[in-house]
């Protein structure tokens, strides 16, 4: 990793005699001291993220400087940091520049003596950690002995690279790490539509209780992914297909096999996103009705009660008119005899709407 440090208005003089500059920041009464003697001077530190890697003997070295048979890692890179790769590989600076974009597509692309090879990843949202989007990769495949991977995102699919955790793993063979990565990508989709699916069960369970348009959008979002999951693979499947050709890439003893393996998970992928977009399309049109259903029996449920409650008033409201009762209009215990017709007529009510399924 290159650390570039720039400095604005500090002098030679100020940076002999201050040590001003330490870590990412200065300490305060460095900062007070230039503050005070050479008004409005300040130092910053730009730090130039550019991470180079290069195996030697089953380990993976972090170097400081880019050097042939190495693996310049690049994320979201400025334009000083894309400048500085390009005129220690010579790689066409367009090559990077297009990676730049978001919404570039899969594809194999030949400029010079450097191949693009680039697919969609999976990246897990940054707003909400259940949903992913994908998002793509660029892998330069240099003449010059250079493997450059440039993406706008932190893809996961490399994390086992930077650590040392792939078997075989060289960045000397550069077809051979290409290979691995598409391997790894097509693993990382299966792996996350396992995940998914599990996602799929518990929201059904939820849903068969639910009467909230919530759960249901919630559903949609995960429908969302599959069908993101769904156009990345099967556009990185062309991709694949290209390379099995052996034009773009060399292929040496066992990248073909290693290949077709990548090819064959990445189809996989292809049809458990393609049986889990099906079987989530048919859940939310089920469960749109399960919803209303759950709704509507409580609409049921509220308007029976309603009925039954009336009962009690209609009495009520019927012997409190203004109509002489005789006798038993007179008699002290006339509300004790209200009271349990009332409830005994609201019995019968209930009784009779639950067995015709009215509640």
């Not at 793509?136 to 650590?163: A, E, M």
């Not at 299966?190 to 068969?208: A, S, T, W």
Request: aromatic share 8%; with cysteine.
């Amino acid at each position: 990793m290159w650390y570039n440090l720039v400095s604005w208005g500090c002098s030679s003089a100020d940076r002999a005699s201050h040590s001003h500059c330490e870590g990412r920041g200065f300490k305060s009464h460095h900062l007070h001291h230039i503050q005070e003697t050479a008004g409005l001077i300040f130092c910053a530190i730009i730090i130039v993220m550019i991470r180079i890697y290069k195996t030697n003997n089953d380990k993976l070295d972090v170097l400081d400087e880019i050097v042939p048979n190495s693996w310049i890692d690049l994320m979201n890179p400025t334009a000083e940091e894309i400048e500085r790769v390009v005129n220690y590989t010579k790689i066409d600076r367009d090559l990077i520049d297009k990676m730049l974009d978001e919404n570039e597509l899969p594809r194999v692309e030949t400029s010079g003596d450097a191949t693009l090879v680039v697919i969609d990843a999976p990246v897990r949202d940054e707003e909400d950690e259940d949903e992913y989007a994908t998002f793509p990769l660029g892998v330069i495949l240099s003449d010059r002995n250079y493997i450059v991977t440039v993406s706008t995102r932190k893809v996961t699919v490399l994390h086992d690279f930077r650590h040392s955790h792939v078997k075989d793993f060289r960045t000397a063979k550069k077809s051979r790490f290409l290979i691995q990565i598409l391997g790894k990508t097509s693993a990382e989709y299966l792996k996350i539509l396992n995940k998914v699916y599990r996602e799929i069960e518990k929201k059904e369970d939820k849903l068969e209780r639910s009467t909230k348009n919530e759960d249901l959008i919630d559903l949609l979002a995960t429908e969302k992914t599959l069908v993101y999951f769904t156009t990345s693979l099967k556009e990185n499947d062309l991709v694949l297909e290209r390379l099995t050709s052996g034009n773009m890439i060399p292929l040496y003893e066992g990248d073909s096999d290693m290949l077709e393996d990548a090819m064959i998970e990445n189809r996989q992928a292809i049809d458990m996103a393609k049986i889990y977009q099906d079987i989530l399309s048919s859940i939310t049109g089920t469960y749109a009705t399960v919803v209303s259903n759950n709704l509507n029996d409580v609409m049921k449920f509220l308007a029976g009660i309603t009925v039954v409650l009336s009962v009690p008033t209609i009495i009520s409201s019927f012997m409190g008119m203004n109509v002489p009762f005789g006798n038993f209009g007179d008699s002290g215990t006339a509300w004790i005899c209200l009271l349990i017709a009332s409830i005994a007529a609201s019995l019968v009510v209930f009784i009779w709407m639950k067995k015709k399924g009215l509640l």
